[in-house]
């Protein structure tokens, strides 16, 4: 059934053809309802993103399965199995998009669900616990500005008020979520709508939003866990502006050579602790002098950065805080400047669970397919799986060009692959 | 007549109860006609400036000198040598200042002028070559956006087409020379309205508009030169944006790692060149990414940032410009990012001359006071002075909190020392 590639390493892995087919027509489907001119724009709770739902269900359908809405409006397409008051395995992902995003950020994870529970049931293969994928709605940040809003309120993880969020046209999320037909009641209770003990477990397939798989020429990655961060919006840099010709050196209270200083310095240790096999990665998204004040010929008195770790370990980004935090005295004090904080704000990491990497790893391998590990930087449902205690697992698809963008590139043929691995992983795990 | 301190470094001059009484007379006068509630309002070619020139021209002919206005509408206080076509020696500064400015910049040397003339008047003194008091007009860029107007007209150093320049309500530059009485037709043919040749020597008291005097507790300083400046005002340092989270630092192309390092390395090789004796002051006063694409979670794609190296040496900045292009070519291969750079302005630095520099030394030392070096970080008339081939000296005078704002804060005992230095060098050079 499955085609395996000749070479150690991967390069076209000809899968399964009725997944390549059932992949073709999902995909061309969820595009032509989509796209706006520019990009695919199926926004959280929107009439698009239930559009897509229903290309999906009715797809489902017509594959003999059957399915439903649970009391999140999100879809579920359910295998049963022989024991159906076992917790149930879970896969998928969502199936919104931002703005003039691209067709397969979070489709892609559905529709290998699909792929696989329509190829169970074909083949007549009955597990003892059902097997359900989730069509999640809400997990882009970009209409609400908030992230996961469909896994969270599944799992009780969306606090009552967040309801009150609102759109750049000043819809409210619970209107919104009562609209698609979500249970906003007992989501405003702060009720969970689904019991986390009764899932088994969550796998996730989705594009890689960064660009290591294509710059190391893997079609897939078995994800680790889900990168936390550490935040500040804004840190501001404090010297004195004066005359830039005016002012010697040994005088200068410098907010761009201060700030400069730092970022150096921080580069290094970054650089240090990657060499330790550390998980790291450090941003300074925003920074300038400030308009209203600076000029060519003045020494900037001030500066503004934004600052940001993210690690999938806890303890890495705090001690990289700590030595952020100490080389802003240490640099302040040697040059006279006062960098100051706002809030400090935090995204916990997910650790994603190690039976189910060694799964698909197994799986990836049993196929002839490269089984590289790679650290997931950008969030997920799963991440919220996770941290609610669902043992949960993501592969992670070759993608070209990031996400969030109309020129996000997927190869069916590295779909495919990651389509294989699940499928052998799931198998294996409800054998 | 001079009063001397009495210990080695000069703690309290008493200076001159003449020249004290006429300074306070004339800084509280012209403080009356242009407090604007803020600051000190006199902007070039304004009536503002006008009464300040009739203020010092007043003044003057109640002490008994003859005055004059010149071609350009500045004011001319003589007092006539004995030999009348000799070329005559010039000392003073300008009477205009920035919107909410201070009292002290600029008219400080007019009135340091006035003082040595009255007294040399006073007392009889009659030179062979005349001296004179220029109180020039429109030193300050902020309206037209041109520095020197008033002494570049005099020497033949303003291109006619710079008379088409407008301040902000649309005024045109030589509409407003014209309404005070400039002879702009001769400026518009570019003819100089003073024969360089006719001037024997400029010399130009000033505040200092930096914090070095006071730093170093020195209540006056002879200045060495005047720096120049070579300027980018906008070097663009283009990488690529990404996911903060899922791209790895050995794929990113981040803008504001990549100038920091930059700075980082100018930095240090702006010490290395100090310790080497170079005189040098770098400045990158606006530093920015960018407003429309930055965001906390993205990797910044580009920065763009002002670029300025001034000295007194236009071998040293032309030194340090190279080590400034050859770090951009190093760091944008090393770290994946292309640094481009709009036109490059240039402003000469002055040569100070060596002989007054001498004189004024001299005199300090015979005064008691300290003779120290101090080069000029900022512009000044003397540089058009010096730059048409006249030799220039310039005193400056211990000034806290900079110039261009109301806090400018000069002490009347150093403001008395300085013109006592100059005093007798004046008198020296012209015995």
Redesign the interface.
């Known amino acids: 059934m499955i085609g395996v590639a000749t070479s150690d390493r991967c390069e076209v892995f000809s899968g399964d053809a009725t997944d390549q087919l059932l992949a073709r027509e999902l995909f061309d489907a969820l595009h032509a309802a989509a796209f706006d001119g520019t990009g695919i724009t199926r926004e959280a709770y929107s009439p698009h993103e239930s559009q897509a739902l229903g290309i999906i269900e009715a797809k489902a359908r017509s594959l003999g399965l059957t399915t439903e809405r649970d009391a999140g409006a999100n879809l579920v397409i359910t295998l049963e199995g022989t024991e159906p008051d076992l917790p149930f395995l879970a896969c998928g992902s969502h199936l919104d998009s931002v703005p003039q995003g691209g067709n397969y950020d979070g489709a892609a994870g559905v529709i290998a669900g699909l792929a696989i529970l329509a190829g169970f049931h074909a083949e007549g293969f009955r597990p003892r616990r059902s097997l359900k994928v989730l069509g999640l709605r809400g997990e882009e940040s970009a209409r609400f500005g908030r992230a996961y809003i469909g896994s969270s309120a599944l799992l009780g993880a969306l606090h009552p008020g967040e309801l009150e969020a609102r759109d750049r046209d000043g819809h409210r999320l619970g209107d919104c979520m009562a609209g698609v037909g979500a249970d906003v009641a007992r989501i405003g209770r702060g009720e969970a709508l689904l019991d986390p003990a009764r899932i088994a477990g969550w796998i996730e397939l989705h594009i890689?939003?960064?660009?290591?798989l294509v710059?190391r020429d893997l079609p897939i990655g078995i994800v680790t866990g889900i990168?936390g961060?550490l935040?500040h919006?804004a840190v501001e840099c404090r010297g004195e502006a004066?005359?830039?010709?005016?002012?010697?050196?040994w005088?200068r209270r410098?907010a761009?050579?201060a700030?400069?200083?730092?970022?150096?310095h921080l580069?290094r240790h970054?650089?240090t602790l990657?060499e330790r096999g550390r998980d790291l990665?450090v941003?300074?998204?925003?920074?300038?002098?400030d308009?209203r004040e600076?000029?060519?010929?003045?020494?900037?008195g001030t500066?503004c950065?934004?600052f940001?770790v993210?690690s999938q370990s806890r303890e890495a980004m705090e001690t990289f805080y700590d030595i952020f935090r100490s080389e802003c005295a240490m640099i302040g004090e040697e040059r006279g400047v006062v960098f100051s904080f706002d809030q400090r704000m935090e995204t916990e990491p997910a650790v994603l669970d190690a039976a189910w990497i060694a799964r698909l790893k197994a799986a990836a391998e049993s196929l002839g397919l490269p089984a590289e590990e790679i650290p997931?930087?950008?969030?997920h449902d799963a991440a919220v799986f996770a941290n609610a205690g669902i043992p949960s697992a993501m592969v992670f698809v070759r993608n070209q060009h990031?996400?969030h963008n109309p020129r996000e590139a997927m190869e069916i043929g590295d779909f495919l692959a990651g389509i294989a691995v699940m499928r052998a992983a799931i198998r294996e795990a409800l054998e």
Chains 1, 2 share one sequence.
Request: net charge positive.
């Open positions: 890689e939003q960064g660009p290591v710059a990168r961060n935040r919006r004066g005359h830039s010709g005016a002012v010697p050196r005088l410098d761009v050579f700030s400069a200083e730092l970022v150096g580069d970054w650089r990657l990665v941003t300074c998204g925003e920074m300038g002098t308009p600076h000029a060519i010929a003045r020494i900037p500066t950065f934004s940001e993210r997931s930087g950008a969030g990031g996400s």
